[in-house]
């Protein structure tokens, strides 16, 4: 095999509950994921031992290379998306992940990716999470390696708390730091508008300014769980009643980073969203339709009212990173 190319989802989150911080500076969360279908996509080639020059594969002319181990390397080119705002060097997601997948086989990491994104550039739909799952399955057959899914998973989990999700796909609660994966069962589909913001925002930062939010308030957090009545919604398909229980403990500290987004979110109520929120740590905001009609007309009056750069519509659930 020469090349691989393997498809994968952004998440939205419809709970993120998120609980105290803890002593090593994580906090518990419980997360409900649900994968959307605006995807990323990564390609994997052979790279000769010598070929450390570049992909020359990019149209965007955007490339880099990196050593990957003592004796490998990996290259890696960005299109698409808020391309430039991604890491061409070892901190690219899907770079770092071929590297941990390399170790684990005991193999030279030598290897080319390609990848063409759509999800935003930290825009809390864990792009960069989902471009490090796509390159393990990926480089996993590009390799012959055919490594189960619970290893991927493991390395996954050891990349970062969203990756495992990006491989798992549909709906799922996440436990612990967000790695810990629970089915959940989705009756239908539903449909979403994604607004993009100008620029992104850190996750580390929008953490830290819920913590400090917190501590100013006084805010006693309880130990979280899963709502029950979002998992009812989920499993009957009920969009009207999963738009009224959609939640995140980030949108605050979202909002007060990123002062416009209240207005984003009021134009998507006013244009008859079931629900609105700020997907994970932002600033993208997420609106439910009430279906795939609604979500085109939605996505086109958040345009014009000049909320947003952009918006796209999208459905879920969606399976997780698959070859195409
Ligand atoms: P999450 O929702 O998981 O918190 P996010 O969607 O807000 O993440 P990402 O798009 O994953 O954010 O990007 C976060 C940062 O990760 C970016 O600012 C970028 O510097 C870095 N990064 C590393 N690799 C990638 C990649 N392949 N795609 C996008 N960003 C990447």
């Known amino acids: 095999m020469t090349s691989v190319t393997v498809r994968v989802p952004a998440k939205v989150n419809l709970q993120l509950s998120v ?7 994580y906090h518990d969360l419980v997360n409900v994921f649900h994968a959307v279908s605006l995807f990323d996509e990564v390609t994997a080639w052979d790279a000769p031992r010598q070929d450390t020059a570049g992909p020359g594969v990019t149209a965007s002319g955007e490339a880099g290379s990196v050593d990957g181990s003592p004796d490998g390397s990996v290259s890696v080119a960005v299109e698409g998306e808020s391309a430039a705002r991604v890491p061409l060097d070892g901190g690219n997601l899907a770079v770092k992940a071929a590297v941990a997948l390399a170790a684990r086989a005991g193999r030279r990491p030598d290897v080319r990716l ?4 759509s999800i935003p550039v930290a825009g ?3 792009g960069g999470s989902a471009d490090a799952a796509a390159a393990l399955v990926a480089c996993d057959a590009l390799w012959g390696l055919g490594s189960p899914r619970e290893e991927l998973m493991e390395i996954a989990a050891e990349l970062g708390s969203d990756v495992p999700f990006a491989l798992f ?3 799922a609660v996440g436990t612990g730091r967000g790695e810990k994966l629970t089915r959940v069962p989705v009756a239908g589909r539903f449909h979403w508008v994604f607004a993009l913001a100008e620029g992104g ?6 953490y830290g300014e819920c913590d400090r939010l917190r501590e100013a308030t006084g805010e006693q957090v309880g130990w979280p769980s899963a709502s029950d009545d979002l998992m009812a919604a989920l499993a009957i398909g009920d969009a009207k009643a999963l738009g009224a229980v959609l939640s995140n403990d980030l949108q605050p500290a979202a909002l007060l980073l990123c002062r416009p ?3 984003t979110l009021a134009a998507g109520r006013e244009h008859g969203a079931l629900g609105a929120l ?7 905001c997420a609106f439910l339709a009430e279906s795939e009609d609604h979500a085109t007309t939605l996505a086109t009056a958040l345009e014009a009212a000049g909320v947003c750069r952009t918006a796209v519509t999208a459905s879920g659930p969606v399976p997780g990173a698959e070859i195409v």
Not at 19 to 25: E, H, L, N
Not at 201 to 206: D, R, Y
Not at 278 to 284: A, D, I, N, Q, W
């Open 261 to 263: 987004l209240a207005r």
């Open 114 to 117: 390609r990848i063409r994104k």
């Open 19 to 25: 609980g105290p911080r803890r002593d090593d500076g």
């Open 169 to 171: 796909g549909g709906t």
């Open 201 to 206: 925002l850190s996750t580390a930062e929008v």
């Open 278 to 284: 700020v997907s994970g740590s932002g600033p993208t």
């Open 124 to 126: 809390g739909m864990a």
